[in-house]
């Protein structure tokens, strides 16, 4: 039994951090993507800001879907199946997008901690299967 509240406790530390992750990323993106992404040092920078704030808005969104997963994440699974097929796929692009030329190296720097949340998140929901 303390095995299993050990392993509540560090899912919802977690998914906490992820949450505010997200949060901090989306509400860059939402207010300021220009100085968001500058201060990261992404070169060049995007011209299409409209774009930027509404994925900024989805990145912020699938932040409460998180922070929910740290204290129910049997009734979210699904969504973070999905949080976490996203954050791959974000990773994915940012790195064939720099290899292309097209971005500097710094975005993916930035998008490696979504591949690390996404093989927390996995093993989190295999870890939900086993029980």
Do not use: C
């Not at 095995?3 to 990323?25: D, P, Y």
């Not at 939402?30 to 900024?56: H, M, N, Q, S």
Request: charge should be neutral; aromatic fraction near 14%; avoid cysteine.
């Amino acid at each position: 039994m303390e095995g299993i509240a050990t392993t509540q406790q560090s899912h919802r530390l977690m998914f906490t951090i992820a949450a505010i992750f997200n949060w901090l990323v989306g509400l860059g993106l939402l207010l300021d993507a220009r100085t968001a992404l500058g201060l990261i040092g992404v070169d060049p920078l995007p011209t299409e800001f409209t774009f930027l704030r509404i994925v900024g808005g989805l990145v912020f969104l699938f932040g409460f879907w998180y922070y929910r997963a740290g204290t129910d994440l049997r009734s979210v699974a699904s969504a973070i199946w999905l949080g976490a097929i996203a954050k791959v796929m974000v990773f994915s692009l940012a790195v064939f997008d720099t290899l292309t030329g097209g971005i500097s190296w710094h975005f993916p720097m930035l998008a490696s901690a979504d591949v690390v949340f996404a093989i927390l998140f996995f093993r989190a929901l295999r870890e939900l299967d086993r029980q």
